[in-house]
């Protein structure tokens, strides 16, 4: 018997807003969470609200290649 594949797959989302305007001097990196999405019901690119530390708000993080 042939195994199904897994629709379920580990994404990258980083911070657009740091990303956009540069990340402040005294602070190094780049927010970034690990995740999963289902790939039949969400083809997209994923974006989520989630916190930034680097710009002490939440913000909305990306979806990136690997």
Request: proline letters at 3%; aromatic letters at 6%; a positive charge.
């Amino acid at each position: 018997m042939a195994k199904k594949k897994n629709p379920r797959v580990t994404v990258i989302l980083e911070c657009t807003s740091c990303i956009r305007n540069g990340v402040k001097k005294v602070s190094t990196g780049i927010s970034r969470y690990i995740t999963q999405k289902n790939q039949h019901n969400t083809p997209n690119r994923l974006e989520l609200r989630k916190f930034c530390r680097y710009c002490y708000k939440h913000t909305i993080h990306g979806e990136i290649n690997k």
